[in-house]
T-cell receptor, first 113, second 108 residues
């Protein structure tokens, strides 16, 4: 299995609080992605990174920010959590972006109450 | 319009049956395609890549038709352990676009 770890695995937080999810990889892959998965919508891209300090928005980026200060870590921050951000969040890594396959972390189940 | 669309199913088939999933993509510039498998409450895992020439891995066969912009997955001799959701994926640039998944249940 690809060396990719997400933390925390489960979190319950209150509306309006900031939340940071962490994705850590040991594969030295260039590309890292954050997705959310919701029933009926499948996996939707939030943000992705193509290198240290290089990030770009995805389909559902509003209310989220990311940072990548090291190759191995990609952080996703919900600036002020809302109930609509209750979801399962997956991090993925890929050595060559859309040319090769992506490998997923185990996911973070986030509940905003 | 979603980049990748697939029939959500569910498909309920008996053990030993052959089942086929199809998926269409809207962007003719999409360059790579994959099938992933996702078990309940787990992360998606790569099942196989899809090539224009078609490719086979044991009981699984994947095909890509660029002219019609669809990909397919054929599972022969279905096993109980094949029960899962199957996601088709196309890539454009550096981004991966996922279908919403097709649910398969193999019945004893």
């Amino acid at each position: 299995d690809a060396g990719i770890t997400q933390s925390p695995r489960h979190k319950v937080t209150e509306t309006g609080t900031p939340v940071t999810l962490r994705c850590h990889q040991t594969e030295n892959h260039r590309y890292m992605y954050w997705y959310r998965q919701d029933p009926g919508h499948g996996l939707r891209l939030i943000h992705y990174s193509y290198g240290v300090k290089d990030t770009d928005k995805g389909e559902v980026s509003d209310g989220y920010s990311v940072s990548r200060s090291k190759t191995e870590d990609f952080l996703l921050t919900l600036e002020s959590a809302t109930s609509s951000q209750t979801s399962v969040y997956f991090c993925a890594i890929s050595p060559e972006g859309g040319v090769t396959e992506a490998f997923f972390g185990q996911g973070t189940r986030l509940t905003v109450v | 319009r979603k980049e990748v669309e697939q029939d959500p199913g569910p498909f309920n088939v008996p053990e030993g049956a052959t089942v086929a999933f199809n998926c269409t993509y809207s962007n003719s510039a999409s360059q790579s395609f994959f099938w992933y498998r996702q078990d309940c409450r787990k992360e998606p895992k790569l099942l196989m890549s899809v090539y224009s020439s078609g490719n086979e891995d044991g009981r699984f066969t994947a095909q890509l038709n660029r002219a019609s912009q669809y990909i397919s997955l054929l599972i022969r001799d279905s096993k109980l352990s094949d029960s899962a959701t199957y996601l088709c994926v196309g890539t454009t640039g550096n981004q991966f676009y996922f279908g919403t998944g097709t649910s398969l249940t193999v019945i004893p």
